[in-house]
Nanobody, 126 residues
Framework: QVQLVESGGGLVQPGGSLRLSCTASGATWDHYAIGWFRQAPGKEREGVSCINATSGHTFYAYSVKGRFTMSRDNAKDTVYLEMTDLQPEDTAVYYC???????????????????WGQGTQVTVSS
């Protein structure tokens, strides 16, 4: 089984930045696409960004494009989500997930993923 561990969440003011980390064991990034998702209270889980297994090509939700950046460090088996210009609307529990997807990861929603981290809370408030 793929094990994912997330970290980096916290409380920030509007306009602030956070860097989330997701470290995997049991599989390599060469075989699994990795996605970042978030879920606010009372709302459905939504995709934030993802990175393809082999190509490393990334995709971003329109709501975060230009503010969030996803990256991968294969040596550390870790992916990152650099979040800047955070707004209250970004407040949510952020999850990373992995799956052996066919095709570009940006075409798939959270229901396609079966390996999930525990989530990390991001709160943006003044």
């Amino acid at each position: 089984q793929v094990q994912l561990v997330e970290s980096g969440g916290g409380l920030v003011q509007p306009g602030g930045s956070l860097r989330l980390s997701c470290t995997a064991s049991g599989a390599t990034w060469d075989h699994y696409a990795i996605g970042w998702f978030r879920q606010a209270p009372g709302k459905e889980r939504e995709g934030v960004s993802c990175i393809n297994a082999t190509s490393g090509h990334t995709f971003y939700a329109y709501s975060v494009k230009g503010r969030f950046t996803m990256s991968r460090d294969n040596a550390k088996d870790t992916v990152y989500l650099e979040m800047t210009d955070l707004q209250p609307e970004d407040t949510a529990v952020y999850y990373c997930a992995s799956e052996r997807l066919i095709g570009d990861c940006g075409l798939y929603g959270p229901h396609k993923y079966h390996n999930w981290g525990q989530g990390t809370q991001v709160t943006v408030s003044s």
